[in-house]
């Protein structure tokens, strides 16, 4: 399985919007999560959202639920992080994860460990 690949990361001032985009490489018939993870300069890397392939469902950060949605185009293997009203601390590199064993029972999005292919990440600052 090849790595997700993101893009769409820049420089944008406060209360702006910007979109990501992560490339996957399968699992597009199955219920397993695309998360969307960022980390900024010393701190660990923290949980934003995510959407599961098959159902649809999303899941996000407390701090962004409301301004941030998550989508996705299965003809296309792709997953959108659309980012509103942006503020100085969604700054960070911004990472897509998915996971390559599909037969696990159940997955928790939220969690790190949940998954196990990471893309390179792209940088995010919001800054006036």
């Known amino acids: 399985q090849v790595q997700p690949v993101e893009s769409g990361g820049g420089w944008v001032q406060p209360g702006d919007s910007l979109s990501l985009s992560c490339a996957t490489f399968?699992?597009?018939?199955?219920?397993?999560?695309v998360g969307w993870f960022r980390q900024s300069p010393g701190k660990g890397r923290e949980f934003v959202a995510a959407?599961?392939?098959?159902?649809?469902?999303?899941f996000f950060k407390d701090s962004v639920r409301g301004r941030f949605t998550v989508s996705k185009d299965n003809a296309k293997s792709t997953v959108y992080l659309q980012m509103n009203s942006l503020k100085a601390e969604d700054t960070g590199v911004y990472y897509c994860?998915?996971?390559?064993?599909?037969?696990?029972?159940?997955?928790?999005?939220?969690?790190?460990?949940?998954?196990?292919?990471w893309g390179r990440g792209t940088q995010v600052t919001v800054s006036s």
């Open positions: 994860a998915t996971v390559k064993d599909t037969t696990k029972p159940y997955y928790i999005p939220a969690e790190l460990k949940t998954y196990d292919s």
């Open positions: 959407i599961f392939w098959s159902t649809g469902a999303t």
């Open positions: 399968g699992g597009t018939d199955t219920n397993i999560p």
